[in-house]
């Protein structure tokens, strides 16, 4: 049943308003305007009737307060008056009153009305619902994600903002078709909320890309605990719905940024857990990786600005030992994933060869750090778009970039750097940047 507050100081007239609606409404009454905008403080009502003629205070004044509460400017108000004063009806009307009622109360023309108002309220709470929400999985889209994280009341808000992307999505569709893919995006949903926490917002942001707001303070090892346990429980129960296919094997990747040290607004967060997202899909999939712990992969180009050539990089990535001056945390990572290649290509017989990608000035050579920032932003985008599945490509020196080719020849990595060049060349136009690389056996220091 829904919920009409009447403000009026008329005991008659409050009477008389519960005789005609009491039997459809739960009516709540308040006799002055203290005492209405009280009660609003405790209950949001479906419907307000406002008396313009309050003994403490005029009906506009509680509308002006009314209107300056976020949770109650969308309650729907009728004013009720006894004077037929065409002025105050046309400022009730500006200020956003739905309409008005006249004393004393007619009761069909008082039920018709409310009834008309609260079924137009409905209807429009209805479409926004969908305005708002993602028509396949009933998730909050991307529109309400933006607006939920561009309020100026949470700029100041903690929380954290993650990315998830259904790794090798293309694939179930692609085998199975399209009503199979509609189906594990609905199950990710729903495990998804299941999952997450009722402070937390949910939000499919398009294709199999997802987006979760977790609101408040938490300690990163809570969130990437969080992560983990959703990760591991989503790719058991997507990949049971594709049937365990061994042509198909679904992960889950996931970036996460940090409100507001990353950003406060959605624009800002969500570049920062793409970046995190995208370090996740370069380095296995199957993971969550943090923004601000992708900064510690990269060279240090302040206190190390000298670019190196592949035999001393071979040389550093084969030392046992960590030595300063190259890589941070990404360093012991790629270390790790040049000695798993190296050991493979060994036991399998099968070429492997690594590739040094370096942006240089076309005129002066090495870049300073603004120039090095941006030339590596485009030759990111170049390999991303130039590399085969299964590929590895990671940030390395000032303005550098390595790639691991598995199974591949010298002439194949020739050919794929010269794509890279190519794909380089064409989005650095006008820019007087260029690529040189240098192409070497993995294992094989200077070959």
Known sequence: MKHILMADGSDHNLKCAREILGSSYEMIPAQSGKETLLLLKKVIPDLILLDVAL??????????RIKEDDQ????????????????????????GAMDFIRKPFDAEIMRSRIEKILKMTDQKKELQDIALKDGLTDLLNRRSMERLLNQTDAAREEGFFMLLDLDNFKEVNDKFGHVVGDKVLIRFARILEELVGDDSSLCRLGGDEFAIYFRGSYEKDEITNIVQRMIREIEFEINELVLDSEEVSISISAGVS?????????????AAADKALYFVKQNGKGNCHFYRDTANELIDVENEPKQVDLGQLQKMIQEEEYQRGVYKVGYNRFKWMYGFVSQYREKKSQDAHIILLTVQDEEDGEL????????????????????????????????QYIVLLLNASYENGTMVAERIRSKYKELS??????????VGNVGKSGE
């Not at 003994?55 to 002006?64: L, N, T």
């Not at 109650?72 to 008056?81: A, D, G, K, S």
């Not at 940090?258 to 969500?270: H, M, N, V």
């Open 55 to 64: 003994a403490d205070m005029s009906g506009y004044d509680v509308m002006e």
């Open 72 to 95: 109650l400017r969308e309650v729907p108000v009728i004013f009720l008056t006894a004077e037929a004063d065409r002025e105050g009806e046309i400022r009730g009307l500006k200020m």
């Open 258 to 270: 940090q409100k507001p040290e990353d950003g406060t607004g959605f624009a800002e967060l969500y």
């Open 368 to 399: 300073e750090k603004d120039r090095a920032e941006e030339g590596i932003e485009l030759l990111e985008k170049a390999i991303s778009q130039s590399l085969r599945w299964g590929d590895i490509a990671t940030k390395c020196g000032n303005g």
């Open 429 to 438: 136009a006008g820019r007087k940047l260029i690529l040189n690389y240098e």
